[in-house]
């Protein structure tokens, strides 16, 4: 480079430009649309890495045009490119995805990327770009410990920094490295990673209890052992169910914001806090039956399924999700040690969580329609099937109230209560709160999750507390 050239400006990409890392993008759609071929990838990372992010990048895309970018990172490219600066960006990840996030910017003069032959980090980065630009000529700004040997041949040293450690040492090797942000991941961050609002689904493990009328001590220790395994099981769950879903969520309009979607939370971690969530819930399920246990396990197995392969699949899903509910009154049921599990209770949620389960998707339907696109992103349907999901929502819904019926009609009713006729009055308000779910949802009023706004919604809230009330008087 000529002496009085302009000094070019470097970027990093992976953790500086864009919040994430597309390495880690890659792995895990690769996991989500080629399930069956994942196996694969340990036969191209014994090649190296460069030929293992070559393979990942010729077979998957990550959805780089939705990948959130460092704003403070975004704005100092602008300002270099305003004063006629060129931006180059330099980066380990394969060239075909560094060539996209170019496209993406604008503006960018050149790229330096991973290729089949050489992972482009570290000291490789280093020695390329010197014998692109020479020592010192270039400005380079980076995030990470393997940014180092590229700083020490950059004039002008430019971070992010993740850690007070971390800027602590970089500090003492460069001091006058300027800092241009200093991401953090808040607490805040990872507790609504693990979703717990959602833990409020984990109180059907109460049901069988309640049902049954066993309110002893140790029938109420167990039910509450059990929530805990499942809040940890179901956490895990979600958690797994984002990294595999990153695409969809960040084309959603409420999911974006999700912490992963958003780049709040290194992607990793996400991986390790799942694998460690699984491990605490069933070291906690093996102080109860080893019935539950393997109905944990089915549950995981089950969400597993769902979220690789069965929420793509047409009123499949639905039939899934309302099985997983299920599974919960079930697991409650085994860590009580009841003999058997009642059929009334079993048929009546399978019908009520169904409906509730086209709900759901008729509610992301209802609010693609009003938002002009064709179908749900990630899933199988098109925003004309509401003229059929809507009206099997509400037959599934009716179909609960019907099994209460049946119900009421049965000798096992008069064993546990004293006025079981006045048990009739809760097939009212059951069809009443099911049909104003319905309209709600037509009306795209309607929150993603109806068991998260029937949480928030202060009617459903009279009409659950009108329903218990009905069961104390049939009681007594």
């Not at 009443?432 to 928030?456: C, G, K, Q």
Request: aromatic residues 10%; contains cysteine.
């Amino acid at each position: 480079m000529p002496e009085n050239s302009i000094i070019p400006l470097v970027v990093d990409v992976d953790g500086t430009l864009i919040k994430t890392d597309l390495l880690h993008e890659a792995i895990l759609q690769m996991v989500a649309t080629q399930p069956f071929q994942a196996w694969r990838m340990i036969v191209w990372l014994a090649r190296g890495k460069a030929a293992f992010k070559a393979e990942l990048a010729g077979r998957v895309d990550p959805g780089i045009a939705s990948i959130p970018l460092r704003e403070e990172v975004v704005a100092l490219i602008s300002g270099a490119q305003s004063m006629n600066q060129p931006v180059y960006l330099a980066s380990a990840s394969d060239g075909r995805y560094v060539e996209q996030v170019a496209r993406r910017l604008g503006g960018i003069k050149d790229v330096f990327s991973t290729d089949a032959t050489m992972n482009l980090a570290g000291t490789a980065k280093a020695e390329r770009l010197v014998a692109a630009f020479g020592p010192k000529r270039f400005d380079y700004i980076g995030n990470a410990k393997v940014d180092f040997p590229v700083w020490a041949q950059a004039r002008k040293v430019l971070a992010l920094s993740h850690s007070p450690a971390f800027e602590k040492r970089l500090l003492a090797a460069f001091p006058d490295v300027e800092v241009v942000a200093r991401p953090r991941s808040s607490g805040r961050d990872y507790i609504e990673m693990l979703r717990p609002h959602q833990w409020v689904k984990n109180l059907l493990v109460f049901l069988p209890m309640v049902a049954g009328h066993q309110f002893g001590a140790g029938a109420v220790l167990s039910s509450i052992l059990a929530f805990v395994c499942f809040c940890m099981a179901a956490s895990s769950a979600y958690l797994i169910n984002d990294l595999l879903d990153l695409p969809g969520d960040r084309d959603h309009p409420q999911k974006r914001s999700r912490v992963f979607a958003a780049g709040g939370i290194p992607l990793w971690h996400g991986v390790l806090i799942a694998a460690l969530l699984v491990i605490l819930a069933f070291a906690f399920s093996a102080l109860l039956y080893l019935r539950f246990s393997a109905i944990l396990a089915l549950y995981l197995v089950t969400t597993l399924a769902y979220s690789l392969i069965l929420k793509r699949k047409v009123m499949v899903d639905v039939v899934v999700l309302g099985g997983l509910y299920t599974l919960r009154v079930l697991g409650g049921v085994a860590a009580t040690g009841a003999a058997k599990e009642s059929p009334w209770l079993l048929m009546f949620s399978l019908f009520l969580f169904l409906s509730l389960a086209i709900v759901k998707r008729c509610s992301e339907l209802t609010a693609n329609l009003e938002a002009k696109k064709m179908g749900a992103a990630g899933r199988g349907y098109r925003v004309e099937d509401l003229r059929i999901l809507l009206p099997l929502g509400a037959a599934a819904g009716y179909g609960a109230v019907f099994v209460i019926t049946l119900y009421l009609s049965s000798p096992e009713v008069k064993v546990l209560y004293v006025h079981p006729d006045r048990l009739w009055l809760i097939c009212p308000l059951l069809i009443y709160w099911i049909s104003r779910v319905l309209i709600i949802t037509n009306r795209n009023e309607l929150h993603h999750d109806p068991i998260v706004f029937a949480m928030t919604d202060r009617v459903s809230w009279i009409t659950g507390l009108c329903v218990a009330a009905v069961i104390a008087v049939a009681m007594n």
